[in-house]
């Protein structure tokens, strides 16, 4: 008689053991892995009495392969990079074609002055500077005890 471990943190894989086994492994290849996890950059937001700042981290493209775009409260940030590579003398055996494109989306809050929205692209880095309205900056002053 052969024991069979029951393992809860694995499920539907009482009726063909292993089949979710063979999934889990092609996917967690690093093949798709380093793709899934590199189609969306990294995003960092932060706040001061003054503004709120969008750091995007997409190192290799130009200022030109983004595209802002702003709807009612929705900040949009998305890009599209595609090297053909068209080169006469082909002396490659082996080349891939690189597109990578992505898509992300902020919704803003309501204290931010939608006018005055800054962006720059340095070192890799895509910042969005979002100034904040004039009476939604926090007021700070010293209260004195009587």
Excluded: C
């Excluded at 086994?21 to 706040?47: A, C, G, H, K």
């Excluded at 992505?102 to 006018?115: K, Q």
């Excluded at 070192?123 to 009476?135: F, V, W």
Aim: proline share 4%; net charge negative; charged share 30%.
């Amino acid at each position: 008689m052969t024991l069979v471990k029951f393992n809860p943190e694995k499920k539907n894989n009482v009726l063909l053991p292993g089949f979710n086994d063979i999934f889990e492994s092609v996917l967690s290849d690093t093949f798709f892995s380093d793709r899934r996890m590199n189609s969306v950059p990294s995003v960092n937001i932060s706040e001061t009495s003054d503004a709120y700042q969008v750091e995007l981290a997409a190192p290799g493209l130009k200022k030109e392969n983004f595209r802002i775009n702003l709807e009612k409260d929705m900040l949009t940030i998305s890009t599209e990079n595609v090297q053909h590579g068209n080169k006469e003398d082909k002396t490659y055996n082996r080349r891939e074609f690189s597109y990578s494109a992505f898509t992300r989306g902020f919704t803003l809050p309501e204290s931010a002055d939608v006018e005055r929205i800054e962006a720059s692209y340095t070192d890799g880095i895509l910042s969005i500077n979002l100034p904040k309205r004039e009476e939604a900056k926090a007021v700070s002053r010293q209260i004195e005890i009587q």
